[in-house]
């Protein structure tokens, strides 16, 4: 595939007729015959030719006509315009954006074996891990490496830049499948956030591989999901599109997850609690600085181990390999793949000289991830003081106070509260908020709102031999304050930083 399909105005409309999304059946006063040049919803890039899609709760008229002034020649929508091209009117924008992005760009997701991941946690490590898994394979067979769309970046062979969504919207998200099929790529791993299942992102993908790792409380709110219910089943409808499903066993309502997962045509469940699953671990231990664990699966019984830190990451890796199966990977290069995996943000690690201070870097942005990563950490540092900082978003996810909050007056020895995208509310004012849930743990905590002054505190404040967590930006370059983004060091740098300044005294 290399040459984008130029298709009549008339495919777009018949498209549309067959899944009943025309909110009217007059006939169209527009050229059916004429060629389509470009599909798109953003007025700037309109050119002679253009198919124009109005969508968002943010759309202006003028957006519109400015996209007519530049050669847009008719547009869908949900609402008539007063504008002077003809109007398409369906009843479902989303729906029918999903449909048309796939048409425009010729149905990419039929030539590429494309893996979605699901889950409340471990999205990104997963598909870090199954990257590197997939391209140790395809290395030995000479074959150019997988694509990858994740929360950290967007690299699909021919764009490679830092990932704006976790999953991008229809037509940017087309483009990149189209993308990575045109250079040869072949395999492509992709995140697939709940939003853009609930809201159309991934119609027309064909998944090869539909993997669910676990679901918990988050993104639970009036402008995400209104509750857990239709979280859950935002994230099941992942396995419409699906050929085969990977599932976790041993992750809340896992019943549920399974029998929506039996629409499709293969299932390979993985746990490491449920030795009835096709893939299963044992067996975990640290050992030389790495996390070892026993692995069986239909094919094969090895050892297998990661070098990110962090014994949940054996989950991460238990998914990776069930896809593994999926594609008949060999077990030696599923072994190769998670060894040499490294994942920016996660549970990286940084030391001081002297070994007396390990600084853990990690993305956890709500309750059931800091838990977790708190747990792990306890169980692989079990004598030291567990210090973590973390803050939380400003003007969304409130829910994840009392989960982090919790989480860490229940499990830390230090708490240091701080800025992450605080966006429209006052840093104080949202650290006073998770406050109020460590309290009840007896524990206290230290407010700096300055995130690098932050980092240093808690790091050369610590009592040693020390352990700190810094939770929630991993490896981000961006703080988003009131007045919009603003450029920052990630949390790896601030910690090396510390670290040096440590070795020093």
Not at 297 to 310: H, V
Not at 354 to 373: P, R
Not at 382 to 402: N, S, W
Not at 438 to 463: C, F, M, N, W
Request: aromatic letters at 6%.
């Amino acid at each position: 595939m290399t040459n984008r399909p130029r298709l009549p105005l008339g495919d777009y409309y018949q498209l549309l007729l067959r899944h009943g999304l025309l909110a009217e059946r007059t006939p169209l006063p527009a050229a059916l015959t004429r060629p389509v040049s470009l599909v798109s919803c953003d007025s700037q890039v309109v050119t002679p030719g253009t198919l124009f899609l109005c969508k968002g709760a943010r759309f202006k008229e003028q957006y519109l006509l400015d996209a007519a002034a530049k050669g847009a020649f008719a547009y869908v929508s949900e609402r008539a315009y007063p504008a002077p091209i003809p109007c398409i009117r369906v009843t479902d924008i989303r729906t029918a954006m999903g449909l048309l992005a796939d048409l425009a760009w010729g149905h990419p997701s039929g030539t590429l074996w494309i893996t979605g991941l699901t889950g409340t946690k471990g999205k990104t490590t997963t598909a870090y891990y199954l990257k590197s898994i997939l391209d140790c394979w395809l290395a030995a067979q000479k074959h150019r490496e997988s694509a990858l769309l994740s929360t950290i970046i967007t690299d699909d062979g021919v764009e490679r830049r830092p990932a704006k969504l976790t999953t991008p919207e229809p037509l940017d998200l087309q483009r990149h499948l189209f993308n990575a099929a045109s250079v040869g790529a072949d395999y492509l791993t992709m995140e697939v956030s709940s939003q853009a299942l609930k809201y159309g992102r991934v119609i027309g993908v064909d998944l090869s591989c539909a993997v669910f790792l676990n679901i918990g409380e988050d993104h639970i709110s009036p402008i995400e999901h209104p509750d857990l219910a239709d979280y859950l089943a935002s994230k099941l409808l992942i396995f419409r599109q699906a050929r085969t499903a990977c599932i976790n066993l041993d992750c809340d309502h896992a019943s549920e997850i399974a029998a929506a997962a039996s629409a499709c045509e293969r299932v390979i469940s993985f746990s490491r609690k449920d030795p009835s699953a096709q893939v299963y671990g044992s067996g975990v231990r640290k050992e030389d600085g790495l996390i070892r664990f026993q692995v069986r699966t239909p094919r094969y019984a090895r050892e297998l181990a990661i070098s990110t830190p962090g014994l949940f990451n054996v989950e991460n890796a238990l998914a990776a390999a069930a896809v593994a199966e999926c594609y008949d990977i060999p077990p030696e290069y599923v072994e190769e793949g998670l060894l040499r995996a490294f994942v920016p943000g996660r549970m990286e690690h940084y030391a001081s000289a002297d070994g007396q201070i390990s600084v853990v870097v990690d993305y956890s942005h709500n309750g059931m991830s800091l838990e977790t990563a708190l747990r792990s950490i306890r169980a692989e540092y079990p004598d030291r003081e567990l210090t973590v900082l973390f803050g939380c978003t400003g003007g969304k996810g409130i829910d994840r106070r009392a989960g982090m909050g919790n989480a860490a007056g229940a499990l830390a020895d230090r708490i240091f509260l701080t800025e992450d995208d605080p966006g429209p509310e006052a840093v104080a004012d949202i650290c006073a908020d998770i406050g109020r849930f460590i309290a009840p743990h007896g524990k206290s905590y230290t407010v700096v709102p300055d995130r690098p002054a932050a980092v240093e505190q808690a790091i050369l404040g610590a009592s040693r031999p020390a352990v700190v967590l810094l939770a929630g930006k991993g490896c981000e370059m961006q703080q988003k304050r009131k007045n919009g983004p603003e450029p920052c060091a990630t949390d790896g740098q601030l910690a090396q930083a510390a670290l040096a300044r440590y070795d020093r005294t």
